[in-house]
């Protein structure tokens, strides 16, 4: 199983240059397209997508076990919590402390 990255123009070359396979992607309009090209290559275990469309991903590749969707922090969103701490209260349902906090 491989990976498949789905980022914006700016990024797209770093992850190509890291040998993934990329689709670009620059408005929601083109989820569609993308996933129905993602769906046509049997290998991907994993879309890692640019979290400013993360939501389509899920709606449109979701309820399926294979390919698993992540998400990675894109620099234009404003957020008043770390993004790992917005991730496990959105799957986990609560902040997760570690000593210290």
Do not use: N, W
Request: hydrophobic share 45%.
């Amino acid at each position: 199983m491989k990976p498949v990255i789905v980022a914006p123009p700016d990024l797209a070359d770093g992850f190509r240059l890291a040998g993934c396979v990329v689709f670009e992607i620059s408005a929601h309009d083109e989820i569609a397209r993308i996933v129905e090209e993602i769906r046509a290559m049997p290998d991907v275990g994993l879309v890692l997508v640019d979290e400013r469309f993360m939501e389509g991903f899920e709606r449109a590749l979701g309820g399926s076990d294979l390919p698993m969707i992540a998400s990675f922090p894109a620099e234009e969103v404003s957020r008043e919590e770390t993004y790992i701490d917005e991730l496990t209260k959105r799957f986990l349902g609560q902040k997760i402390y570690g000593e210290g906090e």
